[in-house]
């Protein structure tokens, strides 16, 4: 178990690993975007009500639910920089921010799209959308921290706190936003059920686009790992023997 | 731990707080600039917005809010950086006393300093801007209780930047989203008591927040200052 651990703190490891299982995880991702994309897109039954327009249910739910993982994983991340000054997991936190950001714009993006046919607005100041729109600008502060603090073990620590303090703080913000005000539908329990109004035909292609969301997650995290491991580790001579193999 | 001359922590508290109060009543420019910022800022609304009564009555609790925020993060600035300067705050780390009652030594003076002043005269403003006169114990107790809550959170940020040459904007990044919980807190309890809700309730929640950032705060700005000067 130790030493597994310990293992996983080299950046050279992660890098060996994580390339075996990179096209598996590719190709993965490919096949549940093009079989979710299809159904839910094309096959899946119009919304008696919505139309067309409640197809962006396949992409903006999945895409919503990943964005809220990040502060979650940054905070779990933050934590072992300090306590054990794992430099994979500084790389993690490092790369989650800026990526954190993107998928939160693209979960309020997605929304504003729905919103606008379904609720007559692009924006209302909604809980679920105030809070969403708060943890990006959250992000965005761990990514400029990080560009603002020129040294980087001083970065590393720093953002590894400001993510566990921005984790617990997302949380809190959720909460007194919701309280305040809210017109989102409440979150829904996911449930698998056979019945007319849910059945396999809305959920199935629903479970293909959040897996398919969830591995482009893991690969965009990789390869931004993969990256980010080059670039510090570019001195050493694993990396030289790979550039000069190339 | 073994210290040459043992202090009590108690002391070290007080004196630090001593201290730091001293500074801030020979530097009355520091007292003075966050105040004036309060008052010139909320005295921009009525001209930006409307002169009219009814108008500055609705968005007055807001106002007064925001106007608070925003005085008591751009003093936050002096609180850590001029020890940082002068190398009184490697001083303050290298004590054997925990840093964490440091901190609160110095978000305590921090807000008697430039909060309270604030707090203090917000019925006037209140009265300025037409907010109903029911509201004004409302604002009065919930600046009291929010206030430090929010000089507590701020100072986290600005231990994580005290090395930064410029760091007016990031400071802002940083810290604005955080006071989010608070901001929604304080003005809901004056728009809710005017409806008949119960002043108690929001005051009980404020006292909440203000306890767990009591207790955590200082934590994490103490780790932050430990990162930020090595």
């Given at each position: 178990m130790w030493l597994w651990f310990s293992k996983l703190g080299s950046p050279k490891w992660f890098y060996e690993l994580s390339g075996r299982w990179l096209p598996w995880l590719v190709a993965a991702m490919f096949a549940f975007l093009f079989v979710g994309v299809v159904w839910a897109l094309l096959f899946v039954p119009q919304d008696y009500q919505q139309g067309l327009t409640n197809r962006i249910f396949y992409v903006h739910v999945p895409v919503a639910s990943i964005s809220l993982a990040f502060f979650p994983l940054m905070a779990i991340a933050g934590t072992i920089t300090l306590v054990w000054k794992m430099k994979l997991a500084d790389i993690v936190v490092k790369t989650a921010a800026p990526l954190g950001a993107w998928f939160t714009a693209f979960a309020l993006a997605s929304g504003s799209i729905w919103g606008i046919d379904t609720w007559g607005t692009w924006w209302i100041w909604d809980g679920r959308l105030t809070s969403l729109l708060f943890q990006f600008f959250l992000l965005i502060g761990v990514v400029s921290l990080r560009s603002a603090l020129e040294d980087s073990d001083a970065a590393a620590k720093a953002c590894a706190l400001l993510s566990i303090v921005g984790c617990i703080n997302v949380v809190v913000i959720k909460y007194s936003v919701d309280w305040w005000n809210t017109l989102h539908q409440p979150g829904t329990d996911f449930v698998l059920s056979s019945n007319k109004a849910n059945g396999p035909d809305i959920w199935v292609p629903l479970v293909l686009m959040i897996g398919a969301v969830y591995l482009f997650f893991a690969v965009s995290m990789i390869m931004s790992t993969r990256n980010e491991i080059l670039e510090r580790e570019r001195r050493s001579q694993w990396v030289e023997e790979l550039v000069d193999n190339l | 731990m073994t210290v040459g001359n043992s202090t009590p922590t108690s002391a070290a508290f007080l004196s630090t707080l001593k201290r730091d109060l001293l500074i801030a009543y020979r530097r009355k420019n520091d007292v003075v600039n966050p105040f004036m910022f309060f008052f010139i800022v909320v005295s921009l609304f009525p001209i930006a917005i409307s002169p009219d009564a009814d108008k500055l009555g609705e968005i007055a609790a807001g106002v007064l809010w925001i106007a608070a925020l925003l005085a008591g993060m751009l003093s936050m600035d002096s609180l850590f950086r001029a020890d940082y300067e002068d190398g009184s705050l490697e001083q303050l780390l290298l004590s054997p006393h925990p840093l964490y009652f440091m901190v609160l030594a110095k978000n305590i003076s921090h807000w008697l300093v430039s909060g309270l002043p604030v707090v203090l005269v917000s019925p006037v403003l209140a009265y300025m801007l037409n907010l109903?006169?029911?509201?004004y114990m409302t604002l009065f107790l919930t600046l009291l209780l929010g206030t430090p809550v929010l000089s507590l959170l701020g100072s986290i940020g600005v231990a994580l930047t005290?090395?930064?040459?410029?760091?007016g904007l990031i400071l802002a990044v940083i810290t604005l989203p955080m006071n989010v919980p608070v901001l929604i807190t304080g003005t809901l309890a004056v728009q809710q008591t005017l409806n008949g809700a119960t002043l108690a309730f929001y005051l009980a929640i404020l006292g909440a927040m203000l306890l767990a950032s009591i207790a955590l705060a200082p934590l994490a700005s103490a780790a932050a200052l430990r990162i930020s000067v090595n």
């Open positions: - | 109903p006169a029911e509201s005290v090395g930064l040459g410029s760091r």
